[in-house]
């Protein structure tokens, strides 16, 4: 079901249900008191006879029959008597519509009137009244019935202008519901229209911005925002390809033109033993590259999952530089704790020790590269629920445009052509402190060098 169908629908039912309700209550108020008007007109009747009847000497049942049946306001199956104290009946203005006719048990009715006072009782159409009357002498009492065919009829009117009005209620409602749901979800329609003009090939589109303050301008300002994102997520996509083609092709290329220069004549074996030396240098740079292209897609993949554990972070630092320093030991890696915290607790945090030393060792290595002085210096400092390491270097430092796309994967700053690196490192780096739910910022310009910071949650 389409959305304009179901607003058209709810439209409809929410007017339907009101009228109903309206027409309903309009309806049985006015029944009520209709009834009610009739059983006083009825009672009023039976008084005025009892009143001629029993108060008026000269007037006696046959004359009293005769002023009844000659009225002109005589109502439809009319039958007013009276009775006495023992329930017999004394007069009755029509032999022909007999009460014990009309009411299963006509002496109990007349019991419960004598007890009560007034009995009202409603059979079908017809209303029957039964009330005390009271003389100087004597008690009576007076029962009047009739149908009340004029009050009927006005309520049959009412009913028939009723569902009339209900029905063109309906109608009214479902055309003006259809009218402006379609108008309000033309919009809509018109962004989808855009929305299925863009593919990868035109990613560059954006939806036409409007102008008024609605929630429509905020979907099509939440879907360029979706786009641009999109398009800068496909373009590094686009730039990993080429760049990782880029990458591999180099040293490939460096081994086959070796083995083909090799090939070529006879050599010595200290020359084999040279040329095979360099290959195999190539074949360690496509090994470690492979391998942290490994990393990556191993952090990329969601469904992996890195146990946690609490680990203390000086710890875990120490451990990387001790490692690193065994391998490179012309580097300087200075830790320091800046305002030593009062627990120890306060340095350790929940993460994966392997991860984490990955990452470490991609800072420290980097800092160290990159520096004409080989060192690095690392800040460890604990605020109240997470704590902040700074790695800072004296290096090259790394341009504003550069800094903007150092984390994308294989991409290298100009100014680090010269110094062995593949442009992953950071990119896995920065996988990992996400990991672990911290942020990662840089800080960097080509005179005084550059500093990472990374801030962890505490454990
Ligand atoms: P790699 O170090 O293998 O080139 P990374 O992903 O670790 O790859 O770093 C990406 C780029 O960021 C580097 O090529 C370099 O241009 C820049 N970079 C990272 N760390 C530093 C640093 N400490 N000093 C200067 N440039 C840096």
New binding site residues.
Partial sequence: MTIRTKLTLQFVLLSASLSLISFLTIYILSAKNQKEEFFRRLESRAYSTAELLINIESIDSSILKTIDINKKDVLDFENISIYDENFEEIYTNNDTLNFNQILDDLPSFLFEVSANGKQRISDGELSVVGMKFNSKENSFILVACAIDSYGLGILKTMRLILVSVFLLVLIITGLTGWFFAGKALLPISSVIAEVNKITPNNLSTRLQERMNNDELAALTQTFNNLLNRIESAFQIQKNFVSNASHELRNPLTAITSQLEVALLNKRSPVEYEKILLSILEDIKRLNDMSHQLIQLSQMENSGTVFPFENLRIDDLIWETKNELINQKPEWTVKLTLKELPEFENKLIIKGNPHLLKICFN?LI???C???PDKMVKIEIQVHSDFLSIKFM?N????SSE?LKH?FEPF???K??SE?N???????I?KKIVELHRGEISVV?DLIS??T?IITLPLS
């Fill in positions: 991609n290595e980097n800092a590269k990159f520096s270097d290096g090259i430092g790394i550069d150092i991409y290298r700053a100014n680090a110094i690196g593949y442009g992953i490192g950071l990119s780096t960097s060098g550059t990472f």
